[in-house]
């Protein structure tokens, strides 16, 4: 079924809602989350002299900013929540947009990456294709986006208060293709453990074309 406009501004609000008012449980419980694979997996990829220009997309309270910071990169964030923005910025001292997904506003090839680590997967199936054609145009030639989503069988819908799909690598694939990025690798997370124990699907793809 389409999604009308309404149906959209709808989608956004009431998820960024849902951050706000949890939003110092939400750093609270995720302060020590280990995604320093993710990290790593995003900068080994950047194939320019460091430091890197980085656009944390879905920034959260500013945990990974802090990190990428810490390495010597520029590190800049974005996020919808304005608590999470308040946040961020007080939290990390760097600069930090709010700005809803479905309603963005990039400069273009500004980025040597961009991580979007469990963020992606709340921009409804219908406005996916914009939001990754917005990510390719503010990456700088040959630039490298990392994402992390939880998997599913590309339902989407309602879950605990927030809008979300769960792709599957397949459905995920087809739409970075089209949007104009290669694959470079993709793995599942946590490591180690059997893949009905794995949630989450992580994978990086550099910019290859104009789309």
Not at 114 to 121: D, E, G, H, I, K
Not at 196 to 209: F, G, H
């Amino acid at each position: 079924m389409k999604l009308t406009a309404a149906d959209l501004e709808k989608i956004s609000a009431v998820t960024l809602q849902h951050y706000n008012v949890h939003a110092v449980s939400f750093r609270e419980g995720t302060r020590e989350h280990d995604v320093a694979q993710n990290i790593a997996a995003l900068l080994r990829h950047i194939d320019v002299e460091p430091p890197f220009t980085i656009l944390d997309f879905g920034c959260g309270p500013g945990r990974d900013l802090k990190v990428f910071t810490a390495l010597g990169h520029q590190a800049v964030g974005l996020d919808g929540a304005e608590c999470f923005v308040s946040m961020a910025r007080e939290e990390t001292g760097c600069d930090v947009w709010q700005q809803d997904f479905l309603q963005l506003d990039l400069p273009a090839a500004r980025f040597d990456g961009v991580f979007a680590n469990a963020s992606l997967f709340h921009v409804p199936n219908q406005a996916l294709p914009t939001v990754l054609r917005q990510l390719h145009a503010t990456l700088k030639p040959g630039g490298v986006l990392f994402s992390s989503n939880p998997r599913g069988a590309n339902q989407e819908g309602w879950s605990q208060g927030r809008y979300g799909v769960f792709h599957d690598l397949e459905a995920w694939r087809r739409y970075m293709t089209a949007a104009g990025f290669a694959e470079l690798e993709h793995y599942y997370r946590p490591a180690g453990l059997p893949r009905e124990q794995q949630p989450w699907l992580a994978s990086v793809w550099r910019k290859v074309a104009s789309v």
